[in-house]
């Protein structure tokens, strides 16, 4: 698969279902990326990379995305996923994206990613322009999930 990766756009989602798959699926659905499919990739978001909102990708697309989740089955439990990027001073370098899930809440979660992603700007010696996080935090009821994603995508992607 090769494409030029022009845009990136992050989201996040939470639902139940009735089993931890379904969980997922819902989540997905939830957070606009459920008619997709998703091949994970580590995280930097290319250099020159426009950050949009998430635009409608066409169903079945292959799409590239860094991505967090976490399910569970453990009624009344607090479940939490993030995604977060930031973006150097210079566009023509790459920026970073870092996820997190966890038996959390949303704060916690937000908190461990500019965490990540300011000590992952530290090592690469980079001023961050942009730091941007997204979150979801579940209740589990039954069978929950929570998953926040940063895609990567091309014009062709678009629906």
């Not at 995280?43 to 079945?60: M, W």
């Not at 942009?130 to 990567?152: D, S």
Request: charged share 25%; proline share 6%; net charge negative.
């Amino acid at each position: 698969m090769r494409k030029n990766v022009t845009m990136a756009a992050a989201t996040a989602g939470h639902a139940e279902g009735g089993s931890t798959l379904n969980a997922f699926d819902n989540a997905l659905l939830a957070a606009g990326i459920g008619n997709i499919n998703l091949i994970r990739v580590s995280s930097i978001v290319p250099p020159d990379v426009e950050i949009v909102d998430l635009p409608k990708i066409k169903p079945g697309a292959l799409i590239p995305t860094a991505y967090a989740a976490v399910t569970s089955e453990v009624p009344g439990q607090v479940i939490a996923a993030a995604v977060g990027y930031a973006l150097p001073d210079d566009p023509a370098k790459p920026g970073v994206i870092m996820e997190y899930h966890d038996v959390a809440d949303r704060r916690t979660a937000e908190r461990t990613i500019r965490r990540m992603l300011d000590e992952a700007f530290r090592v690469r010696a980079e001023t961050i322009r942009e730091m941007r996080i997204f979150a979801a935090e579940h209740t589990v009821e039954r069978f929950g999930c929570a998953v926040a994603a940063v895609t990567l995508l091309s014009d062709q992607d678009l629906a």
